[in-house]
């Protein structure tokens, strides 16, 4: 499918750590609940009734949610509460030839945060009980039977090649984070619903998802949907999910937020993953892996037509990159290294982690890319955002809605035409000098024979870029350029090179901020 056949219905320190935690000091009573009937058992549901519950929200002040969690739960160690399981035989649409299954996520350790989950079957809520009865606790303590055990969210499970074989592609737990696979990946990148404030000197705000609603699909569906009602301290929200597993999982992504204060910082369809280090940034580092990182690079395309590659760091302190545009055509974190012997680390399986690409759907107007990259000293920590910053406000009394779709993939199915950067590594040139080496591949430069017509134009904010060489690169079947930066006595330097050929561009405009 394409960007316009979407079917309409279908920082300081942003780390998932504090995400989860975020908004998590207890009130004694629970904020007063959206209309009943989102949640009386076998009354009507729609998606106006979601809109409607949070325009409703919006206009009471926000409350914390209750903590319900049993006593010395969200102490429970991490291996500990990794144990907790839903129950084989609890698992929802088993054996009903539905195509998927859903498993129920326990409270504990960093998910603080109660998520009432319920259950839309022919057009009317099932609630599912906040029971312990879901879950073997595995080497947690077992819970009282006769006391409410929270859910932290929700896996959803496709059905695999063996009739009996389930396999998780998507799961919601954790403030407004979810996470998708395509076939044959692992966990890695994470989507968030939305981003308040994200880098600000005064902190992040983080809103949460307080209610999930889950559609059981009809047998033989290919896709299935997932409700949930959004609150924070500023705004609410309804959100739709349509989920569709595959070679590409796609999700696609329809929300209204409802401003309980001006917002003028919110980041629409934001991202989070890490990186460590890579061969473009190995100061300090002493590892026998190669490289470290959830995703190596920032792909835009923008309103103009434009591809934008920009290579990650991990900065000695906060950097914010920003990019100004006009209805973005699509950007994502995105995974370009797949051999294992660059990551060689058979236990994080870095190669096999999802590139994230977002395809916005309908006008986004004026804003901005922005992407934070945090320093971090090591490879558990999410130190990158990336999202889109629309420029106008949002303000109370106002609604504000947009769709986009995401790919969880190997490869985005959307790409350049021309030459892409496959890889950029940096080292010394002596001094303060940097070399850089960038090797592009593409049909555009495959030819070693059409090498001597290809001429890299390169650009530097500050400093001085010298001796520039580009060449065929017979290894790859692409074409090498390498530099070096002077900088002089500055610190930061903004990079910038396209390939061209009869005074045209044929790659994809590569970027990098160099710090000292």
């Not at 350790?109 to 595995?138: C, H, T």
């Amino acid at each position: 499918m394409n960007r316009r056949s979407f079917v309409t219905g279908a920082l300081v320190a942003p780390l998932i750590s504090a995400a989860a935690r975020a908004q998590d000091a207890p009130r004694p009573d629970a904020p007063p609940p959206p209309p009943p009937d989102l949640y009386a058992e076998g009354a009507p549901f729609s998606r106006e009734a979601v809109d409607e519950a949070a325009r409703q929200l919006a206009t009471r002040g926000f409350e914390a949610p209750g903590n319900i969690l049993p006593s010395g739960f969200a102490e429970l160690p991490q291996d500990v509460f990794r144990s907790i399981r839903m129950r084989e035989d609890r698992t929802l649409w088993r054996g009903e030839n539905r195509g998927f299954a859903l498993d129920l996520l326990p409270g504990g350790f960093i998910y603080r945060q109660p998520v009432r989950i319920s259950l839309v079957e022919d057009g009317k809520v099932r609630p599912l009980a906040n029971d312990p009865s879901w879950f073997d606790f595995g080497r947690a303590p077992t819970p009282p039977a006769d006391k409410p055990f929270p859910f932290s969210g929700a896996s959803v499970k496709a059905a695999g090649d063996r009739a009996d074989e389930l396999r998780e592609f998507a799961l919601f737990q954790g403030a407004t984070i979810f996470r998708a696979l395509a076939r044959g990946q692992i966990l890695g990148t994470s989507a968030r619903g939305l981003a308040i404030d994200t880098g600000e000197a005064d902190g992040e705000e983080f809103p949460l998802f307080r209610s999930l609603w889950v559609e059981r699909p009809n047998p033989g569906a290919g896709s299935v949907v997932v409700h949930a009602l959004l609150d924070s301290r500023r705004v609410t929200g309804s959100y739709r999910f349509t989920l569709r597993p595959g070679e590409i999982t796609v999700i696609d992504v329809e929300f209204t937020l409802f401003p309980r204060e001006e917002l003028r910082h919110v980041g629409v369809a934001p991202m989070t993953s890490m990186y460590f280090f890579g061969p473009n940034d190995r100061v300090g580092v002493d590892d026998v892996r190669g490289e470290a990182h959830r995703a190596d690079g920032l792909q835009i395309w923008n309103g103009g037509g434009e591809w934008v590659w920009r290579p990650l760091t991990n900065p000695s302190e906060l950097q914010i990159s920003v990019f100004g545009d006009r209805n973005p055509r699509g950007f994502g974190l995105l995974q370009r290294q797949r051999a294992f012997p660059a990551y060689n680390d058979l236990n994080r399986r870095y190669d096999r982690m999802p590139s994230v690409w977002v395809e916005p759907i309908g006008d986004w107007d004026d804003g901005q890319f922005q992407l934070l990259e945090i320093p971090t000293d090591a490879d558990v920590n999410e130190n990158i955002v990336a999202y889109w910053r629309p420029k106008a406000p949002l303000k109370p009394g106002e609604q504000f809605s947009r769709a986009y779709r995401l790919h969880w993939c190997w490869s985005p199915p959307d790409r350049p035409g021309g030459a892409v950067a496959a890889a950029t590594v940096t080292g010394s040139a002596g001094g303060r000098r940097r070399r850089f080496v960038v090797d592009f591949t593409g049909e555009a430069v495959a030819d070693p024979n059409r090498a001597g017509a290809i001429r890299p134009m390169t650009a530097t904010s500050v400093g001085q870029i010298r001796d520039v060489v580009g060449r065929p690169n017979p290894e790859i079947k692409g074409y090498r350029v390498t530099f070096d930066l002077d900088p002089g006595n500055e610190d930061l330097c903004e990079l910038r090179m396209v390939l061209e050929a009869d005074g045209k561009p044929i790659s994809e405009t590569w970027l990098y901020r160099w710090t000292a």
